[in-house]
């Protein structure tokens, strides 16, 4: 018998055709080493060592090597049943030792999708709304008319409101912006031009002033009333008529001024509030009514991260804010891009442009006369929906320098029903506004 060295070059074509042809050949089998990266566990070794020699890791001749390979494929499937058994068979070993610590893959938490990232129902029981006071304030009612049903959050401050709305803290914010006795709640024009939150809808609230006091209190031991100022101004002929000689000092809200009366005995000082103020803090109403006007409206405005889609088929109002630098000749033009297209202004509000306080009356800029830079703010009843809407800021935004859009939302038209109904007829009005259809 022939043999060849490993350093021989073998050609297996030639070498099977020679077999054919002459006697046996047999190639010298050279030592071979199998390096593994996992060394045997005690249970194999033993197995393997009963049946061969270990030489470098396997047998010395062809039939222990065919045996070691043997005993490992028998290992190895005899491993595999053992982990489908255990309901585990996504994890793998080599030689006994598993590869990863993995987690079953139906123990994993599901990545997030859209719908996870969504805002809270845009109407319901789950809605939460920041107001401005604390409860019994007229602003927790107009957020109960205008969400009902939801979870009131009360905020000491405006800003601390549009912050909540902002921050994820609440869904929606509902704010005053106006009353038809003391006029425009500037703070709340000033905060909706720095915050970025959108208007989408409006509610309108009657407002019915109550004279509270501790029980057993007599309107002739009061030495002092306080309340918001816009409710003493609200209420100023009243008092006079009711021959109070008392002093008044403004609070944050109305209800704030029948929670600091109850929770400091004050015996001397009445609040300006609401009747669920007195049963909230257990006051006495001493004087039912005492608004100077008995149609005393205030008109909140609900705020939002995001805005609604405008829509025409119901009476829609939009918000817009703007500015310009080039006289009160702008102005006039600006308005008449309305006018031409017979849409109807409700509301004007102008109010000095904080970064730009003065402006230089002649073009030279050498002048010594100076004027404010206003911005101005307009409500006009359309809907941006409307193709007459759209034409008229885009003639608006040729003639000022700053233009942006607060909000298109339906307006509330059930408020002056309110006068003089009873509760079954307010729930008829409340149901036919029908917000939640406004977000489907």
Partial sequence: ?????????INLKSIIRTRSMSPTYRVRPNRLVIQCAYQYDSASTAAASANFNLCGGVG??????????????????????????????????????KTLDLVPIENRPKPLTITDLSPAPMHGSQLRVAYQGVPGAYSEAAAGKAYPNCEAIPCDQFEVAFQAVELWIADRAVLPVENSLGGSIHRNYDLLLRHRLHIVGEVQLPVH????????????????????????????????KLGLNVTREAVDDTAGA????AANNLRDTAAIASARAAELYG????????????????????????????????????????????????LFKVLSAFAFRNISLTKIESRPHRNRPIRLVDDANVGTAKHFEYMFYIDFEASMAEV????????????????????????????????????????????????DDLFT
Avoid at 258 to 261: D, I, L, N, Q
């Fill in 209 to 240: 002033h109550c004279l509270l006091a501790l029980p057993g209190v007599r309107k002739e031991y009061l030495s002092r009333v306080i309340s918001h100022p816009q409710a003493l101004a609200q209420c100023e002929l009243t008092l006079t």
């Fill in 283 to 330: 006051l006495q109403i001493l004087a039912d009514g005492i608004q100077d006007d008995s149609s005393n409206l205030t008109r909140f405005v609900m705020l939002a991260r995001e805005p609604i889609i405008p829509r025409t088929d119901r009476p829609f109002k939009t918000s817009i804010v703007f500015a310009h630098d080039k006289g009160t000749s702008v």
């Fill in 60 to 97: 010395c001749n062809r039939a222990d090597w065919q045996s070691a390979c043997a005993i490992l494929a028998s290992k190895v499937v005899s491993q595999q049943q053992d982990t489908e058994k255990s309901g585990n068979a996504d994890i793998t070993a080599v030689n006994g030792h």
């Fill in 1 to 9: 018998m022939q043999s060849l060295s490993p350093s021989s070059s």
């Fill in 388 to 435: 007459r809407a759209q034409n008229a800021l885009a003639e608006v935004q040729e003639f000022t320098s700053f233009l942006r859009v607060l909000g298109s939302y339906p307006m509330d038209m059930t408020p002056w029903k309110w006068f003089g109904a009873g509760k079954d007829e307010i729930s008829k009005f409340r149901d036919k506004i029908e917000y």
């Fill in 258 to 261: 029948a929670e600091f009366v």
